[in-house]
């Protein structure tokens, strides 16, 4: 558990276990006492009668017991307490610059990249044993239309964000806290009239997970689960509460919420804090003398000492070229006079711990699983190395928090049809010209249909579209002595071929790339 060990001015140093880290404000809005958890808002009165009854007094006299001093707003409204503090993890991600980027990272590459609704593998069923080619296209175009209206009444749902920025945020505070949630209000008719996004850092869970609690505000809100429409408020003032849908990462060490990436790399984050501040501090406060003036075998006299040491002091800043006299006494047979001026510092400052502070970076984009060329290309990272690094992301860190959404968004889905579902875009390895090349291929082998294409597209269908392409008797046989492999001299020209279209290349110097 997070917790404030010390206070420097504006400033305060949190702990995560054993380490120390510069923060702001770390205050849980449910660490409060049961007398303050009585003045909130959006408390019924029977709810703050027996707060009273439970907690402030006995029968007929006031309770003195010190355990009393023990009880917060997490046993009064019957939430469980987080692993970490959420409110520190959420400035954690304005603090760290790597760990904001990695974060940015995952949030574009999940969610930002936007969504489509595809048919359900039912409508895709009954499409597969529609024989009538005249019927089968009605049923597309009707399917087509049904699909635009649910895309322009998900994004009405929400008058301040589209659906995508709801889910941008909500993924956001799924990767900087370990937990996001997903708002959803119904009308009096039950139908859903509104989805937005709650931050998390305001949201508690109930011990008995019938719902959770938001304090903001001095205000307390209860919410159902998704999809429970008849727990009563225990907090007794809404009638109807919205309802949630919680993600979160997954740690053995909660049942209740989930752990950010970033609390595995908590060491590597302190070390950059302190290591930043450090090389602040220098530039600042650095007390190093430019140089040091030292005089043998005599003694200045008043006047020229003060010449001396003003010039130095004063007169040296934004003057170039500046000339300086000083007289000095003769040389006599038993003393030599000598005057010396040693720089102390006149070469290039530059940072410290440059080392350190790299290898901190790459501990906290481990710890996230994002490759350093999502936020940035630094030297010394090939093309062809990125590639592989986009590839490995795609498919072990973006596909698995794809779907567990995908899951999540449909259960909405299904409140809405039961022919389309949510389909998040994917991030893309192949350039325009190379998925065209490859989606010609396909349809010569009669593998795809154009109107597959198309959709992916955003393409409306086209007549025909529906079946293989019908090759001409030349473009036949051609397609077979390919398939066959028995053009050698194809194969040959495109074994001895350099690198095609969307291939990377080694950065100069680094030999040819190995297969």
Known sequence: MASVVEDDGDVQIVSIGKQRVATVDVEDSFQVSPEQVRKMDGLGPALKKRITQKF??????????????????????????????????????????????????????????????????????????????????????????????????????????????????????????????????????????????????????????????????????????????????????????????????????????????????????????????FNLEYFENKAVPRYIISLKGAKLNEENERRLLEFFETNLKGQNHRSLYIPLPADDPNRKVELKLDA??????????????????????????????????????????????????????????????????????KEFTDTHVIKLNELTLTDEDTQSRIDERYLRMQTILPNEVRARKGMPGIDSGDSVVDLKPQQAANQRQTANQNDERAQERQANATDGPGNARQPKGEGRATP
Do not use: W
């Open 56 to 277: 402030l007094r006995g029968t007929g006299s006031e309770s003195k017991q010190v355990e009393l001093e023990t009880m917060s707003g997490y046993d009064v409204f019957q939430v469980a307490s987080p692993g970490y503090n959420l409110s520190y993890l959420s400035k954690l991600y304005e603090l760290s610059s790597f760990h904001h980027a990695a974060v940015d990272a995952k949030v574009s590459n999940t969610v930002g990249l936007g969504y489509d609704l595809v048919e359900s593998p039912a409508v895709k069923q009954k499409l597969s044993t529609i024989s009538d080619e005249k019927k089968l296209e009605r049923t597309r175009v009707k399917l087509d239309t049904q699909k635009q209206a649910l895309i322009a009444v998900i994004d009405d749902l929400n008058e301040d964000s589209l659906f995508v920025e709801t889910l941008m945020k909500a993924v956001t505070d799924l990767e900087a806290t370990g937990n996001g949630y997903i708002e959803i209000g119904r009308t009096t008719n039950g139908r859903i009239g509104y989805i937005g996004h709650i931050p998390s850092v305001y949201m508690r869970v109930r011990l008995n997970r019938d719902g959770f609690i938001q304090i903001i505000s001095n205000k307390a809100t209860y919410f159902r689960n998704f999809g429970d429409q008849k727990t009563p408020d225990p907090l007794g003032k809404d009638k109807r509460p919205n309802e949630v849908i919680h993600i979160k990462k997954y740690t053995p060490t909660s049942t209740y919420y989930g752990v950010p990436d970033i609390v595995s790399a908590k060491t590597a984050v302190a070390g950059n804090e302190f290591s930043g501040r």
């Open 344 to 413: 102390v510092e006149n070469g290039v400052q530059d940072s410290s711990f440059d080392s350190y502070h790299n290898l901190n970076r790459d501990e906290i984009l481990m710890a996230h699983r994002v490759p350093i060329s999502k936020i940035g290309i630094p030297d010394g990272v090939s093309l062809a190395i990125a590639k592989d690094a986009d590839k490995t992301f795609k498919e072990q860190v973006c596909g698995p928090i794809q779907r567990n959404l995908e899951k999540k968004l449909n259960q909405i889905m």
